[in-house]
């Protein structure tokens, strides 16, 4: 299988030149997470939630702010005719969310994790057993990073951006979950509302208290099925009285599925 036939094709894509404002929007609209920036026809890098989040922090953020500020540059890409499982391990020892694809010096596509988790997901059914018989607690991340709801969104924000993670649970004192926030939740609700004061505004202002969740023996179809038909990022695992076990991204779901079908 290759990036070709994975790949979404004639994805939406801005200028360096164009506002932040405009870019946000059309995130939004497209309900996407990546952007493929160009100049002249030609990728100059890549916008993602994570960059706009982090521009957002900074000095430098202004309304009339240029996509160019805030983009990572350069951009790391794929070809079509790479093979899906190379893109896929070096989109995980990157931690990267996206490859453009181009060809012949032109964008001809993008590859998500989703995208990636789907195909990887439907070729691990059809695997031998062992395969499938992984299960929750063998491919989350134990002791993942978490917030209370009452810490400020700065604070949220600053963790997600120091550790390189998009997502945080939020707990109470003894560990069971009340919420997750995500960098996209802090964007979502600044564009619709206006409302969020980084420094005042509270994680519960901006937190998803009804958290799709899956217990720690639960096999890997469910996991999938899950991320896919509830199209989130990321799981809490939790045990039977809602106290933390760990979480599960995309990233760790390819990372396991990528291990097993090249050890296999």
């Known amino acids: 299988m290759d990036v070709k036939d994975v790949m979404q094709r004639h994805p939406p894509v801005v200028e360096s030149t164009d506002t932040l404002a405009m870019a946000k929007q059309m995130m939004l609209w497209s309900a996407c997470r990546y952007l493929p920036v160009l100049d002249d026809g ?78 990887e997901a439907a070729r691990s ?44 649970l939020v707990t109470d004192e003894h560990g069971h979950l009340e919420g997750i926030v995500s960098d996209r939740d802090v964007r979502i609700q600044q564009e619709l509302w206006g409302i969020i004061e980084p420094q005042t505004s509270m994680v519960s202002s901006v937190m998803t208290r009804d958290v799709v969740t899956v217990g720690p023996d639960e096999p890997i179809e469910t996991v999938v099925a899950a991320l896919a038909d509830w199209r989130i990022g990321a799981l809490p695992v939790v045990d039977e009285t809602k106290r933390v076990l760990g979480i599960i991204s995309y990233v760790d779901v390819l990372s396991a599925l990528a291990d097993r079908i090249h050890n296999a």
């Not at 916008?47 to 990572?72: C, K, Q």
């Not at 790391?76 to 989109?91: C, G, I, K, N, V």
């Open 125 to 168: 059914l059809q695997t031998p057993r062992p395969l499938r018989a992984m299960v929750a607690k063998q491919i989350m991340t134990p002791d993942p990073k978490a917030v209370y709801a009452t810490d400020p969104v700065l604070a949220a924000v600053r963790s997600m951006s120091v550790y390189g993670i998009r997502h945080l």
């Open 42 to 119: 030609k990728l100059v890098g890549v916008l993602s939630e994570h960059d706009i989040l982090r521009f957002m922090g900074s000095r430098a953020n202004t309304p009339e702010a240029e996509v160019g500020r805030a983009m990572t540059s350069p951009a790391q890409t794929a070809h079509p005719d790479e093979s899906a499982d190379l893109a896929a391990l070096r989109m995980t020892d990157g931690e990267l969310g996206c490859l453009p694809v181009v060809a012949r010096g032109r964008l001809v596509g993008i590859l998500t994790r989703t995208d990636l988790l789907a195909a």
